[in-house]
């Protein structure tokens, strides 16, 4: 009687009849022997091509807005005018967080600034409108979460914030789904 490879119903080793044989070893496939040499040398590889991107430094917001007034392509533009809206939004939570107004509210300026430029920017282009309307939806919902932890004369600025990013929203949808 020849010994086959384990079962592959049962998960156990059989002989050709079928029958379970406590002596029979299961076999395993190997992979070519000099992969086998390869794999630290590929580990290292990997770790030493991925270093420069953890090693370079975000661009300041004002780099960020000079290479989107210098962008040709709408589509650059818009994704640029969403990271200056993210990092500022980020900069008036810090801002307010550590009782800064003056620098929260020109944060806050900046976010509405170039968030409506982005909502106008996909509108004129029709390119990036889904990923600009989702981006402009997060940072609504940040601002109206930012504006329940302010005191209530620093709220209204973040309300017309609010208010001015979701008419820019609007304007995005109704071009998304119109007739």
Excluded: W
């Amino acid at each position: 009687m020849k010994l086959t490879l384990c079962h592959p119903e049962r998960g156990r080793a059989t002989t050709r009849a079928g029958r379970f044989c406590p002596l029979a070893r299961r076999v395993r496939v190997k992979g070519p022997a000099f992969l086998a040499g390869l794999r630290p040398l590929f580990l290292v590889l990997l770790v030493v091509l991925s270093l420069p991107a953890f090693a370079r430094k975000p661009e300041s917001v004002d780099e960020l807005k000079a290479r989107a007034a210098a962008a040709r392509e709408p589509k650059q533009q818009v994704d640029l005018f969403i990271k200056i809206t993210e990092r500022q939004l980020q900069a008036a939570d810090n801002a307010y967080s550590s009782g800064d107004i003056p620098q929260a509210r020109a944060a806050l300026d900046d976010v509405v600034e170039y968030g409506v430029k982005a909502a106008q920017t996909s509108v004129a282009s029709g390119k990036k409108m889904k990923h600009t309307e989702i981006a402009l939806r997060k940072v609504s919902a940040r601002l109206e979460d930012i504006r329940k932890t302010l005191n209530v004369d620093d709220r209204p600025p973040v309300a017309a914030a609010v208010d001015k990013l979701e008419q820019a929203r609007t304007d995005l949808l109704s071009r998304m789904f119109r007739k």
